[in-house]
Each structure stands twice: as structure tokens, then as C-alpha cells.
């Protein structure tokens, strides 16, 4: 598989985020049982990963692993503390049962200002 770029749709800070992937190759959907992603967002994207903005991890779950279906989430917690009308890099990387690394999306996202800041 070799990777797409793509600019991601802006996403609202204070939210929560899930970004539904499907996995497929040659047209087909991978049975990603056993896989593990990273999503990771980076102010610079030279940036080692621990000064990443944001960096959640993702395991898919059955049924839908098997029909390559993958949701990435991060909580509103973790995007609160982003900063508002900035546009970060951002990657999505697959590691398979082999221990396979591969890179499947890379592009930028901005993050958008809530007007909502209050949750209660």
C-alpha cells in the first residue's frame, strides 16, 4: 500500500473527534485484525513525536476488523488544549501482526475555534 495525502476536513477544538477509515487494498477491505494505528498531529512536522499536539492510538475492534473498518477518536480532553485557527501536520500510520510499518494518510487539519467553551 503506499500512501494517500489528504487534507483532512477542519475539526473543532473542545470536541471529541472520530475519524472512520476504511482499509482497503486493491479495492478489496484488509482484514486489519490484530493491527494498531497512530494518529498524530504536529505543530512542525520535524517534530519528534513527543512534542506532538496530539497523538492517540488505535486498535480496531470486531466485527469491523475484519471488513477493514478503523475509527480513530480522540477525546475532548485531548483536543482542548490545542490551539484554535492553527492548521497542524498530521499523519495516520499502520503497524500489521508482522510488526510492519506503514504510513496510509498524511496531510494538514485545522482546528477550528469552539464558541462553546463551557461542558456543564
Known amino acids: 500500500m ?3 495525502a489528504r487534507d483532512l476536513n477542519p475539526l473543532v477544538r473542545g470536541d471529541d473527534w472520530t475519524i472512520k477509515l476504511t482499509i482497503t487494498s486493491g479495492g ?3 482484514d486489519i485484525t ?4 497512530y494518529f498524530t498531529l504536529k505543530n512542525n512536522i520535524d517534530d ?6 496530539l497523538q492517540v ?5 470486531s466485527p469491523e476488523a475484519a471488513s477493514g473498518i478503523l475509527y480513530i477518536r480522540a ?3 485531548d483536543t482542548d488544549t490545542l490551539e484554535a485557527n492553527k492548521t ?3 499523519d495516520v500510520q499502520q503497524t500489521d501482526g508482522a510488526g510492519n510499518i506503514q504510513t496510509l494518510l498524511i ?3 485545522k482546528v477550528v475555534k469552539d464558541v462553546t467553551r463551557t461542558t456543564s
Open 75 to 77: 477525546d475532548s480532553t
Open 48 to 53: 519528534v513525536d513527543a512534542a506532538a499536539a
Open 57 to 61: 492510538t488505535a486498535t480496531p475492534g
Open 2 to 4: 503506499a500512501y494517500t
Open 28 to 30: 478489496s477491505a484488509v
Open 34 to 37: 490484530g493491527y494498531s494505528y
Open 88 to 90: 497542524y501536520y498530521y
Open 107 to 109: 496531510g494538514k487539519v
